[in-house]
């Protein structure tokens, strides 16, 4: 009976309403609520969580919407192993990558570069590639590793007896968020949030510095802090006449990246898609796949796009922070989020599983917590 009524709220396609159908302003490059703190935008979200466990009895519920992963994927969980849950299907569209544990090897430190680049020949992964850590979120720590130099000082600074991914450089220019749901006991799910990622870039002519070229920017200026961070050391170089330089590479809005509502382009085609590569992956039920793509027209068919990471109960409907979205939109989508995952979690419950307890759930968090400053500044 719980799975059949969270079906027909799934067919409603709660989060797939536009943020907004009215002509975008032309000097609107942040939406009302885009840089409020995050403490600030999310207290309401608190409150809800706070009365939906009241109502179900259990504070930690929604660790349960995703059996299969530890906490559900809500906090303190191993990417990787996610990633290996993947079934037939999945792993046909996954990057490639492998996993090493800094300072485990015999002899480490001076051992975890050979030992690193003995993992990535054996898994075929090439400089340039990707480094993020196994723990993680919002984008810490996720590097671009350009040469055994660069590797060789990110796994200097990172914490001891703690896993990285090394995953293949994706040279695709699209990014998109797929969000899925499928309530436990029923037959199909839904695509029911698309974000499309977007990496803001500055062009070079020859006479202003990086800073200047970002303080010239109207989007970017508000947000040079977080690009000061990333980029002191060329603060004060002059870009080349033509030179593009990246402002951002991780995907993740706190990161600066750019994010767009892209619901108006899910398909029958794409949502075949994600359904096959979620069904393969064991009591998977509420999630976003991470993916790069050629063409948004290709995606749109669910072909030639490259699975980079799959997200379980912590995952956002990131929608909403396309610059056009009312507050109200927003959070109508999440406070509808939040009651998926105690209704998913419920009906996981019901079905005999066991939600994680608040003392372990805590520890999780404070791991994670700690895991996340002690990374390097993302790329």
């Not at 906090?75 to 492998?98: D, M, N």
């Not at 898609?273 to 976003?288: C, H, L, T, V």
């Not at 995952?315 to 406070?335: G, M, P, V």
Request: one cysteine or more; hydrophobic letters at 45%; charged letters at 25%.
């Amino acid at each position: 009976m719980i799975g059949a009524a969270i079906a027909n709220k799934l067919r409603q396609r709660p989060f797939r309403r536009a943020s907004s159908n009215t002509p975008e302003p032309a000097d609107r490059v942040f939406s009302a609520f885009e840089l409020w703190p995050w403490f600030l935008f999310y207290l309401p979200l608190a409150i809800q969580w706070i009365a939906l466990a009241l109502r179900h009895r259990s504070l930690t519920l929604p660790m349960l919407a995703n059996p299969g992963m530890q906490a559900g994927g809500l906090v303190g969980e191993s990417k990787s192993e996610i990633l290996s849950q993947l079934g037939r299907e999945g792993r046909k569209w996954v990057a490639p990558y492998t996993c090493f544990t800094v300072g485990l090897a015999a002899g480490a430190p001076a051992t975890d570069l050979p030992q690193a680049l003995a993992a990535l020949e054996t898994a075929g992964i090439e400089f340039p590639f990707v480094a993020k850590p196994d723990i993680g979120c919002r984008g810490a720590g996720v590097c671009v590793i350009a040469d055994p130099d660069e590797l060789s000082r990110y796994l200097a600074d990172f914490p001891r007896r703690e896993r990285i991914i090394f995953q293949k450089l994706i040279d695709l220019d699209g990014e998109a968020g797929i969000f899925y749901v499928r309530a436990p006991g029923t037959d199909r799910g839904r695509i029911v949030s698309v974000t499309l990622k977007f990496f803001p870039k500055v062009v070079g002519d020859g006479r202003a510095t990086l800073e200047q070229l970002v303080m010239a920017d109207n989007r970017a200026r508000r947000l040079k802090d977080v690009y000061l961070r990333r980029h002191a050391a060329q603060w004060d170089r002059v870009l080349a006449p033509g030179e593009v330089f990246p402002l951002v590479f991780a995907g993740n809005h706190c990161r600066g990246a750019v994010f767009c509502d892209g619901n108006a382009h899910i398909t029958a085609a794409m949502e075949e898609r994600f359904e096959s590569i979620a069904r393969g992956m064991p009591e998977f039920y509420f999630g976003r796949f991470d993916v790069r793509y050629a063409s948004l027209d290709d995606l749109k068919r669910g072909e030639s796009f490259v699975l980079i990471e799959v997200n379980g109960a912590g995952s956002e409907a990131t929608h909403i922070w396309d610059r056009n979205t009312r507050l109200r939109d927003a959070y109508k989508a999440l406070f509808e989020q939040q009651r998926m995952l105690f209704e998913f979690g419920a009906a996981n419950r019901a079905r005999g599983f066991s939600a994680i307890r608040l003392i372990p759930c805590l520890r999780l968090w404070l791991r994670q917590f700690w895991l996340t400053r002690s990374y390097r500044e993302s790329s």
